[in-house]
């Protein structure tokens, strides 16, 4: 079965003289390369120059805090489960009376490792989060000397409070949508029947 047209049939004849001179496919071979001297040129010059990105590019993760600046990661495991490339790691802890302002769950990440060299950003751990606690952003990872510095920690990953990263472009409209219905958050159960009521997960 043929697959696509652009199979060529090979031919044995014999070469003419101006093609074993090989000049004329030479001075071709010349006129492309000189004629890219007069192109524009399409290198952008990072860091000091940068790409327009999508806004769902999928790069860096962050882990979100709530409106009030708690974590919302409830080390369930789900991110760790669903990702392909077993790049994220996390130790779970139980939160301690007054430590709501810095937890939203009564079970938070202790630890929380991403491996960026094993990550193959495909955005898995973001759609398997029942919390909406991880996002990918258009942020991207930077270059390291040392393969152990491409292991990100809570330290890189948790949203800074003075530095706010705004996903609301990465969520889908279904998701915009449900958050406005009053009583029913995102991490609240959606049930059709309880619609408005705010039945807790
Ligand atoms: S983006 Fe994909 S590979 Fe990277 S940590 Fe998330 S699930 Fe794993
Ligand atoms: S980021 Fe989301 S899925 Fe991953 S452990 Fe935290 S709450 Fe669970």
Known sequence: MQLTNRSKVVSNKEQSFMERLYLPAIAKGMLITASHLFKKTPTTKYPEQT???????????????????????????????????????????????GEEHLYREEKYARTYEINMLRCIFCGLCEEA????????????????????????????????????????????????EFKKIPG????????GKSLGKGKKH
Not at 62 to 87: Q, S
Not at 132 to 158: C, Q, S, W
């Open 51 to 97: 790409r327009p990105m999508a806004p769902v590019y999928r790069g860096e993760h962050v882990l979100k805090r709530d409106e009030n600046g708690a974590e919302r990661c409830t080390a369930c495991g789900l991110c760790a489960v669903a990702c392909p490339a077993e790049a994220i790691t996390m130790e779970s802890a139980e939160r301690k009376k």
């Open 184 to 191: 029913l958050k995102h991490n609240e159960l959606y049930d």
């Open 129 to 176: 989060c029942p919390k909406e606690a991880i996002f990918l952003t258009d942020r991207i990872v930077d270059a390291e000397y040392e393969r152990e510095n491409f292991v990100y920690g809570k330290d890189k990953l948790v949203e800074k409070m003075t530095a706010r990263i705004d996903v609301s472009k990465r969520q889908t409209l279904e998701v915009a």
